[in-house]
């Protein structure tokens, strides 16, 4: 449990939230897809502390939120392609990786150095009250521990480090629950990073046809290989049609009940985006029950069924 104050996300809390930002300490804040642990993307010491704080590892970059497309231009080269899609999905759960702009103010820390930089407008109230008060770009990544479940309410939030943390806002649970879509504008020809709420279709409705790109993860590494992230404590085992002997199981849609074990289901009335919104806080509560080892049942790899199934495959994967 997190010992940072949690505050309700009224104008009076989201503007001291705003001051802390400002005094370069972090605040953590509701996006639709996760809560995030925010910090000023100009300044150097905020953006050691975010990896501080999650014990991150430095060449992983970070996402730069903003309010509107005037701050976005400060920070990126917006190319027709992104004009385009900022039309179509934002504010929203897609983020787009872009070429820094010359004058680009965001710490080379924030971005691993890298030419390009990864930018998103989001949805929620509360987080463009919060980008609105501040005024410039905030970098946010989720506000877990690095490689655990993503928080999607404000009392799953826990941080390595929380000696920076000035306060959580809580707006009650997200929308979306998963991580936002993530597709690379910076290259010749645009490349899915991380598929996320908005689909892969979706997309290509509006740019035409993408490629699937490198996968993003924690620790690059070979290619095809997949990273443990978004892990519970318990084991997991994906795409079971029924739990094992000690397994507590995650069902979807029309599933038995395999009573004498935990059992909590997705979704029953199988809507992936309902799945999507429960997955974290489900595997949470499977972890809080005593489980050692959670078996899910299939998800159907369509849609928002393809994001989570992304981030059950790196949940299972070896630690
Ligand atoms: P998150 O871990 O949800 O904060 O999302 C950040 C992810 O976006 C990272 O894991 C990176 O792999 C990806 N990312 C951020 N910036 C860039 C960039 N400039 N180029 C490619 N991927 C990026
Ligand atoms: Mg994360």
Request: include cysteine; charged fraction near 20%.
């Amino acid at each position: 449990m997190s010992k940072v104050p949690i505050r309700q996300a009224t104008q009076a809390a989201i503007d001291q939230a705003a001051e802390r930002l400002a005094a370069g300490e972090l605040v953590v804040f509701p996006t639709e897809t996760v809560y995030g642990l925010g910090g000023d993307a100009t300044r150097e010491t905020a953006v050691a502390a975010i990896f501080e704080a999650k014990g991150r590892p430095a060449h992983n970059p970070l996402i730069a939120h903003v309010a509107d497309l005037h701050v976005l231009r400060q920070i990126a080269v917006v190319n027709a392609q992104a004009e385009a899609l900022a039309r179509a999905f934002w504010p929203g759960a897609l983020t787009l990786v872009l070429e820094r702009s010359a004058s680009c103010a965001v710490a080379p820390l924030a971005t691993a150095g890298l030419a390009t930089i990864a930018v998103r407008i989001p949805a929620h109230e509360t987080a463009l009250a919060l980008l609105r008060a501040f005024g410039g770009p905030v970098v946010a990544p989720s506000a877990n521990v690095s490689g655990r479940v993503s928080p999607t309410r404000a009392e799953h939030v826990q941080l390595t480090n929380e000696q920076h943390v000035a306060m959580i806002l809580d707006a009650g649970p997200c929308t979306i629950g998963l991580e936002s879509t993530i597709v690379d504008l910076s290259g010749g020809w645009p490349q899915l990073l991380r598929p996320g709420g908005i689909t892969k279709e979706q997309i290509e409705t509006v740019i035409g046809a993408i490629e699937q790109g490198p996968q993003v993860s924690d620790r690059p590494s070979a290619p095809g290989q997949l990273e443990s992230h978004y892990a519970p404590k318990a084991r997991l085992r994906i795409n079971a049609e029924a739990p094992g002997e000690d397994e507590a199981y995650l069902a979807f849609g029309d599933a038995p009940d395999h009573s004498g074990g935990v059992q909590l289901n997705l979704s029953p009335k199988a809507d992936l985006s309902e799945a999507a919104a429960n997955l974290y806080d489900f595997l949470r509560r499977l972890d809080a029950a005593g489980a050692s080892a959670i078996a899910v049942a299939p998800i159907p790899d369509e849609g928002v069924g393809r994001a989570i199934n992304d981030r059950l495959k790196r949940a299972a994967a070896p630690r």
